[in-house]
């Protein structure tokens, strides 16, 4: 059974770094696509960041509102992705889940097209 394990998150200021990671243990594939989604209290679940790989291409996507402060990496070989956020304000607040898929699709944004979820990760920046 697939589970997606996250490690990473906490507490920052305003301005300051974090990094959550996770992986995809148990399986006996190889995911195509992981990524990062977030649900903030009284919104809706959005999408944040993923990774996709593909014939040994990797593509990438973010939402705009996290570009240029956040990184997303993997090692497909591995079934792992991470997430680097910096210059994180209290509006990054949220539960940040991993999400995986093994199928190849041309889009990486809708959350109906993972198949696997983590339970997700407190990430909390004060002001």
């Known amino acids: 059974q697939v589970q997606l394990v996250e490690s990473g998150g906490g507490l920052v200021q305003a301005g300051g770094s974090l990094r959550v990671s996770c992986e995809a243990s148990g399986s006996t594939f190889t995911m195509t696509t992981m990524g990062w989604f977030r649900q903030a209290p009284g919104k809706e679940r959005e999408f944040v960041a993923a990774i996709r790989w593909n014939q040994g291409d990797t593509a990438t996507d973010y939402n705009d509102a996290v570009k240029g402060r956040f990184t997303v990496s993997g090692d497909s070989a591995k079934n792992t992705v991470s997430l680097q956020m910096i210059s994180l304000s209290p509006e990054d607040t949220a539960v940040y889940y991993c999400?995986?898929?093994?199928?190849?699709?041309?889009?990486?944004?809708?959350?109906?097209?993972?198949?696997?979820w983590g339970q997700g990760t407190q990430v909390t920046v004060s002001s």
């Open positions: 999400a995986a898929d093994r199928a190849f699709r041309p889009y990486m944004r809708p959350a109906r097209l993972y198949a696997y």
